[in-house]
């Protein structure tokens, strides 16, 4: 076993161990049991007074979504008009200009709906002032907002009928003063201890040993680095991403940055036990979120690891794998588990480039988000897996002949057309935007738009196919990430993908959250002989072949005319 691989272990095998007392923190945070941060209840009762909120009012789940719906379209405009005017603002020592009106649209959805699709280049494209005031507090607020729709759902599963499921704006705020903001002070502080800028001076003018004269950007970026790592959000500081030696200098810093972005996932699968005390049922999504994983990353890494045959034709050497394209520091196989881990978890966030990967990396990384539940984003990785749980148990019901039940109530006509809605609404997005992008591509190459469709791809063929349907794709999973051959920053991406990210962030929000509190109100029937169980490994081999099955019909042909063609291509030349 080489150095890399166990890195990759060594990483993964820290992070559980890091969420499962994280994952009984949090529990204990949204029981309103004591904690270590109790004494943040000053901050969040002056925040409360501030904002005018009655945290002692409970609220039923239409008032949750009502509440979410509303601060999330204030905080849009707040953004849109913040993008649009900074280059007039202060603290802009870079002197970068404002956004255009259509730029302006997709960047504020895309850091509302924790997305961070970046279709500007990080240091050159946004301000200090935006970098912080807008794009860092996005960060904070969409992170929080995915894991209050969570534990709404989670006041809603209790065995106790409920109308009433705590208050948004408590669960909201706690989120960030005793979840997200002490953490990320802690990650901010080993970045910026290991090279990360965190200061709020302009660009630096070095001379490199080959005697060229270049600008570097700084700025105070490591506190933004850290929530874009825990919040799963993924927008970098700069373009390059954590592929930047600023932005993660050493593999320290690699290893903590990849901790950071996948332990509020997994812990939120402890938490839930722990609320619940269900921690069998914990464990059983845990096992099948953790066999998903396996599933792309294994062949990503072999393929990495394996090289380019058409470089090997060469005559050129390979024994580090496939190293175009990756970050030469760590390695290809620790690229490509962060290129694995950060799709499957809705982070987006690189540190070696995707559009270089091997063609069945690529396909490994467009169905991690193509499926979308397993681990996830903050909060919204659950509630994703909760449409699935309550598909199979459906299935699992009209196969035994018994009435589908879960968490003692019965799944009946209602939930199972919402949660149908919510399943289908994924793959309509993807392959309804790539089918629209292919047509005008394809009869309107030379029109004369913002950037001719003719120009949209660096790459032709397969893989241009795959740079357009990894952007919607990337989109609907509000993920970020992008096979960078294609020039996205132009009306036609700005616009059709902004409504993708709407759409793909509320919707399947406001699915799970909707079902959970209609099943609340639902008579609570005690678990018996007859009862479906949910929390075995039968039912989690259900759950993981609905989800693979779904997906695979759903994006199979795509992927054949993309990655799987380009596969077949580079090897059977």
Known sequence: MNNELIGVIATYALTVLLAIPLGK??????????????????????????????????????????????????????????FLTQGSLFLNPDGNPSMTPDLSFNTAISFLVNCNLQDYSGETGVTYLTQLAVITFLQFVSAATGIAALVVVFNA????????????????????????????????IILAFNGSPASFKGKDTLVTLQGDTMHVSRGPAAGMIAIKHLGTNGGGWFGANSAHPLENPNYLTNMVEMIAQVIIPIAMIFALGYFLNRKKLAWSIFGVMTAGMLTFLIPTMVAEVKGNPAISAMGINQTLGSMEGKETRFGAQASAYWSIVTTIISTGSVNSMHDSS??????????????????????????????????AVFISGLMVGRTPEFLGRKIEAREMKIATIIALLHPFLILVGTAISSYVLV?????????????????????????????????????????????????????????????????PIIGPVAIAGILSQKKYVPESLGTLKT???????????????????SFFPALVLGPFAEYFTLYHH
């Open 358 to 391: 091997m063609p069945i990396s690529g396909a490994m990384q467009l169905l991690g988000m193509m499926t979308n539940a397993f681990y996830g984003g903050c909060g919204v990785g659950i509630l994703n897996y909760y449409i699935f749980i309550i598909i």
């Open 443 to 507: 009869n309107h190459g030379n029109a004369d738009w913002a950037v001719k469709p003719s120009a949209w791809l660096n790459n032709p063929g397969y893989h241009g196919f795959s740079e357009m349907l990894y952007q919607y794709t990337s989109c609907a999973a509000n993920n970020g990430s992008g096979f960078e051959g294609l020039g996205d920053n132009n009306i036609f991406w700005n616009v059709s993908t902004g409504f993708v990210l709407i759409l793909s962030r509320f919707l």
């Open 157 to 188: 599963m209790r065995d106790k009928v409920l109308d009433k499921l705590g208050n948004f704006f408590d669960i909201f705020t706690k989120t960030i003063t005793r979840i997200l903001l002490p953490i990320s002070v802690v990650i901010a």
């Open 25 to 82: 923190y949090i529990a204990k945070v949204f029981k309103g049991e004591k904690t270590l941060l109790d004494f943040m209840a000053p901050v969040e009762r002056f925040i409360y007074r501030v904002c005018g909120i009655d945290v002692t009012k409970e609220m039923n789940w239409k008032q949750h979504l009502l509440a979410l719906l509303a601060i999330n379209m204030l905080w849009f405009v707040y953004a849109f008009v913040m």
């Open 535 to 553: 929390d075995t490994g039968t039912f989690g081999i259900m759950t993981y072949a609905v989800i693979m099955i779904l997906a695979a019909l």
